[in-house]
T-cell receptor
Framework: NAGVTQTPKFQVLKTGQSMTLQCAQD?????MSWYRQDPGMGLRLIHY???????DQGEVPNGYNVSRSTTEDFPLRLLSAAPSQTSVYFCASSYSETGGTYEQYFGPGTRLTVT | DAKTTQPPSMDCAEGRAANLPCNHS???????VYWYRQIHSQGPQYIIH???NNETNEMASLIITEDRKSSTLILPHATLRDTAVYYCIVRVARQAGTALIFGKGTTLSVSS
């Protein structure tokens, strides 16, 4: 298994540009989520999905959109990039969060800089 | 979710056991203790979790006190590759949509 993969690894955007961060997992996990990590802030939940076609907001959803058309993929879209969105973005997946205490598997991260 | 308190940093000699403490004095009866670690710039990695019994897997052991107000993660033979930030997290199971609250964790430095 490749686990959780994320592309790109690095990205530089100008203010106002849009882009999509890709996340895929090959473990047939129902639950997927996106976090951002900023210095001194820990990881904060942006959006999550409990299955294909079902998404919901986390702690810091503003400026981001998600969709889940397949079990494997969970892309994160930045609608109009702002410098405040400069961060490291992690995608995570697990078996159903509502079914037990399953651990989350994290991807390697995407380092985004918005100028 | 209950708040956790961890020392900001610890040192350990290679080959020795690393014992990382965590206080969670307000833990509820249905909250589990999870440990994750984050090696420099990589995604967090799950280590182990438990409810009230001690747990062991191929990576580590988790010792939870009888009153569940604190726990210790034990890396039995630390190596240089165990240098990382270790996070103790307490959360309820079966709770979709709640984030793992990572906090600041303990930076473990393993030296030769």
């Amino acid at each position: 298994n490749a686990g959780v993969t994320q592309t790109p690894k690095f990205q530089v955007l100008k203010t106002g540009q849009s882009m999509t961060l890709q996340c895929a997992q090959d473990m047939n996990h129902e639950y997927m989520s996106w976090y951002r990590q900023d210095p001194g802030m820990g990881l904060r939940l942006i959006h999550y999905s409990v299955g294909a076609g079902i998404t919901d907001q986390g702690e810091v959803p503003n400026g981001y959109n998600v969709s889940r058309s397949t079990t494997e993929d969970f892309p994160l879209r930045l609608l109009s990039a702002a410098p405040s969105q400069t961060s490291v973005y992690f995608c995570a997946s697990s078996y159903s969060e509502t079914g037990g205490t399953y651990e989350q598997y994290f991807g390697p991260g995407t380092r985004l800089t918005v100028t | 979710d209950a708040k956790t308190t961890q020392p900001p940093s610890m040192d350990c000699a290679e080959g020795r056991a690393a014992n990382l403490p965590c206080n969670h004095s307000t833990i509820s009866g249905n909250e589990y203790v999870y440990w994750y670690r984050q090696i420099h710039s990589q995604g967090p990695q799950y280590i182990i979790h438990g409810l009230k019994n001690n747990e062991t897997n191929e990576m580590a052991s988790l010792i939870i006190t009888e009153d569940r107000k604190s726990s210790t993660l034990i890396l039995p033979h630390a190596t240089l590759r165990d240098t990382a930030v270790y996070y103790c997290i307490v959360r309820v199971a079966r709770q979709a949509g709640t984030a793992l609250i990572f906090g600041k964790g303990t930076t473990l430095s393993v030296s030769s």
